[in-house]
């Protein structure tokens, strides 16, 4: 099974974050880095890194 990648816009839709947002967490270490796609510049983020990241970022209950 191969890895989704997914383009800037769905990882937008998917975290509710812009561009800005998103570049401004890589920088500081705090969202998964893009993997550069052949042929370009372009860049994609695996689906995987990306739902583990949104995972982590729900609130923790309460004990």
């Known amino acids: 099974m191969t890895e989704q990648l997914l383009r800037?816009?769905?990882v937008q839709q998917?975290?509710?974050?812009?561009?800005?947002?998103i570049y401004?967490?890589?920088k500081r270490?705090?969202?998964?880095?893009?993997v550069?796609?052949?042929g370009g510049g372009a860049v994609a983020w695996r689906s995987s890194d990306v739902q583990?990241?949104?995972?982590?970022?729900q609130p923790k209950a309460a004990a």
Do not use: D, E, M, V
């Open 24 to 26: 401004a967490l890589i």
């Open 14 to 21: 998917a975290t509710g974050y812009g561009r800005s947002s």
């Open 29 to 34: 270490g705090a969202f998964p880095q893009p």
């Open 52 to 57: 583990r990241w949104i995972a982590g970022q």
């Open 8 to 10: 800037l816009p769905a």
């Open 36 to 38: 550069k796609l052949a």
